[in-house]
């Protein structure tokens, strides 16, 4: 017998005290005076566990329950009357079968409608759940059943004309009721009832009483005529600046389409869209067009167009807009229902393109009374569904995917619906607390609630936030899906706007994305045609990537100044002089010249050089100025560097404690090195010294650009730190250890010293300085063009300024976010290198090998997740083609939109190296070669990761597995060497372990024996398995799915992708966020 049954029959309650029973087939009441409707019955019984209990009789009961929005009744239906039962007992069984949801959370049992409102609270008592109830002793209305969800509550049910009539953006209520008579559309059945008062629509809608219209000709097909007006401006700009909309509505099925605009002058482009759009889809031509005499309809462009596709126009008479009434109309009806969308949701009236989109998607599923049917269905030819419409500005919960949340964050967040997705199928929600918009189909709607009600102090219109894209076309493909939603999510960022945003022309002139040399730059697709013209080189649009920059010469005194603050380092940038010609006419020139005497000052101080004359049957280097601009992490400028170079190639060749830290950089390091042999170096220019101008420099410390500087550098460094009392480890010439309570790592002339206490910092340096020029830079923040970045006590690893940099150098701008490095699918071979000598010419004016020099370093840095792509697209460096460089363009843009993504360095928990293996066999369709991938984790973050093409082609997959298992090894073992000789400083390592997915691999590793498919492979990748028999690793097998390591093998679509890098890369909080 169940203890809930036991506790029923033997234990005493109050009257008032309902348990819930999950076990309990039927509701059981004791007390026959709590009974309505009572019937009485003979000879029943009901079996509980072991035992029975006397049925007397059955009927309803009415209970009075306390909710936090007031008092409420609840009808019991068919329930028994048990009086040897000492508890009232409510089924669970009956809960669920009515469609309601039950949660259990906190020692009570909440009960939902369906709609996500509660319906009652069962708390923890005794150790049962009990309702504490009144049972009403007499009939009463407005009862709500349990065996029955109310239809005010059901979001399956259609019959709530109140409910439809909000939905639909406040449109006419008796028009609803004819939709769902005539069924005009899908998703609508037994609509009836009458709207008595909608107070919205009062607020939103009160007009005078119209005049009488002037009669209009009849249309019988679509596009036979074709109304045009734009509005604006708006008293209130959207949250992007918008300030006018066009609406363009075919006279025929009404059919609208709706483009927001910044000005007047995109009217233009987007008749053109409208116009191939329609045609296409409807394969028919447009007749006539009916605008008002306004400029942007009586341009030139727009007048010559119209007369060479042969269209009629029919214009309106001076002040007699009533002759364009339709699209009059239209105007005064969407502004209509836009008011009573945002007064609906409680939005900002900054809202108003949100909500014109969404009503604009409404109207064309709405019918027409003309008609009986909707636009759609007269455009289309099939009824439009609306199941998947709900209320303006209700509460929604958006489904939080697992790559962006840990276990123990939520599933779902909450935001506000405001809208029909413009790109994807599903909605578009709102998130106020972050100015973000997401597109999704995963969203839970409770249309009971305002969602702004969610989010108090966020109801503000003077905030500046913006959606992309700048225009919308209303005609979405939501009506044509069954579910009408699809399953990729995407996000749009809302980005602030600025003054100069608002008043810079939206067009002007374009850049293409390259660097051309100096003198051939060109800038638009006209100049590219006479380009190719002019070298014999066909020329296809298609095959260049445009992107637009907006013109500023609208702009205030006030806007250009903002500019020119905003893109001061970029001007610096661009200023930096190649040679000593450019920087002395440079606008810089001062600075240039400054920075040039310090270091001729520095290399006198340092004896590098002594003038001699000129020797005869000696080879003289050459040298020159290499300027640079030194910056902190903030991108602040510090100082301007000039340094002197030697050209080389004229030679003839023969922690686990709270250690602390500090960045040293040592001044001008290679002047320390010295000199075995005779070198001799004209004077540099600018510098000669008068008297002697004809004599050169006799090199007596090794200068910037020789080839045995930084040799001979390093050998005075190396003998300086052994002299002082350091270690050096032996499996790398980086790193020092002094008496195990400092540690030094070397990178050149930067050096990063970790000490157990200040005492021993402030020894070590000491006696550095004895030795070198030091400059204490302080905690590491920009090393190597690498950022170390703390926020909220977590270290975040990242390249964000590097990334601006490239993105200005190579002129790209981010119009919109790029999800993937590379795509599926994508054509990349050597098929599309250059074969002839004009091809080849006129890809010399792309900087192919530079770009991905410079993804290249950002790759080995921060960026693992383009690894592959980076690497897969260098071996092409020597020759590549145009489907090369847009490739290498895509992963520029996709870092460029992925710029906040980061290493947590903090996150670190343990001494272990976690390694994933993995291979793509015959991945290259050039000479079906393997590529070889790993990642190799210290304590979860990342630490080492490559790609390669393997140098042999492998038989099968096994071997190609095996040999990326080789590679992987090489690197664990490395790391492991060095990590035992940490022991000094009490930091030991323990055992790596590599994961592997393919079976066959693992086998062959583990077991020595070898077969006529084996015997072939290379005996240097055998190594792996002595390091395996001497226990030095350990082998485990991981499912392909999970395996970290595909992400440097080949080419994933996004969501995949996604999902692999959130393994690898977080995105960075900003400062002053919770982590």
Known sequence: MSAIYASALYADSDETEWTIDTAATDHFCNKKELFQDYKELKNKSAALGEGNTVICGIGNVVLEIKRNSGKSRLTLLNVLHAPQMRRNLISGRLIDKAGLTAVIKNKKIQVNYPSGDEMFIAYLKNNFYVLQAKALKSSSSNLEQIDKVPESHNTSKTGNIELWHSRFGHQNAQDLIKMSKHKSVIGLENLKGSLECCDICKVSKLTKKPSKELPERTTSQPLELIHMDVWGPSPIKSKSGISYFLSIIDDYTRKVHVYVMYNKKNVFKYFLQFKAMAERQLNRKIKRIRTDNGMEFISKEFTENLKSSGIKVERTNIYCPEMNGVAERYNRTALEGVRSLLNEGKLPANMWAEALLAFTYLKNRFIHRKTNKTPLELWCGKKPSIRHIKRYGCLAFAYVPKAHRNKLQNRSRPGVFIGYALKTVGYRIWYPDEDKVEETKHVFFNESKIGMDSFPNKNDSTSTVTFMPEQVEEYLTIEEKEPPIQESTSSIEWKRVTKKREKGKTAGRVDVYY????????????????????????????????????????????????????????????????????????????????????????????????????????????????YSIKENAEGQILRYKARLVAQGFHQVEVIRENWIHKHIDIECAYLYGSLNEKLYLEQPEGFQEKPKADYVALLKKSLYGLHQSGRQWFKELDETFISIGFYKYKYTNCVYIYQSTVVILVYVDDL?????????????????????????????????????????????????????????????????????????????????????????????????????????FLASRTRPDIQFAVTFLSQYCSNPGLNHWKAALQILKYVGSTSDLAIELSKANSNEFIAYTDSNWGACIDDRKSTSGYIIFLGGVPFSWKTTKQKCVALSTMEAEFIAMSETVKELAWLSNIFEECSAINIFNEKPTLFCDNESAICFCKNNIENTRSKHIDIRYHFIRNLYDQKCFDLKSISSKQNIADLFTKCFSNEKFAQLRSYILITMPKKGENC
């Open 515 to 626: 660097y051309p040399k100096p003198g051939v730059r060109l800038r638009s697709l006209k100049e590219v045609k006479n380009y190719c013209d002019n070298e014999n080189i066909n020329f296809d649009p298609k095959e260049f990537d445009f992107s637009t920059k907006r013109e500023l010469k609208n702009l205030t005194d006030e806007d250009l100044s903002e500019e020119s603050s905003e893109e001061e380092h970029s001007a610096m940038v661009t200023e930096i002089p190649k040679s000593y010609r450019e920087a002395i006419v440079s606008s810089l020139k001062e600075k240039w010249i400054n920075a040039m005497e310090t270091e001729i000052s520095i290399l006198k101080d340092r004896e590098v050089w002594e003038i001699v004359p000129r020797p005869r049957n000696k080879t003289v280097i050459g040298c020159r100025w290499v």
């Open 752 to 856: 990063v010293i970790f000490a157990k206490n200040e005492k021993s910092m402030k020894e070590v340096i000491t006696k550095i300085k004895k030795k070198f020029k030091l400059r204490d830079l302080g905690e590491v923040k920009y090393l190597l063009g690498t950022e170390f970045e703390q926020i909220d006590g977590q270290v975040y690893l990242h390249q964000r300024k590097y990334i601006n940099k490239l993105l200005k150098k190579f002129d790209v701008n981010i119009c919109e976010k790029v999800k993937v490095p590379l795509s599926v699918g994508m054509n990349i071979s050597k098929s599309s290198c250059p074969t002839n000598v004009q091809e080849k010419k006129f890809m010399e004016k792309f900087p192919y090998r530079q770009l991905i020099g410079s993804l290249m």
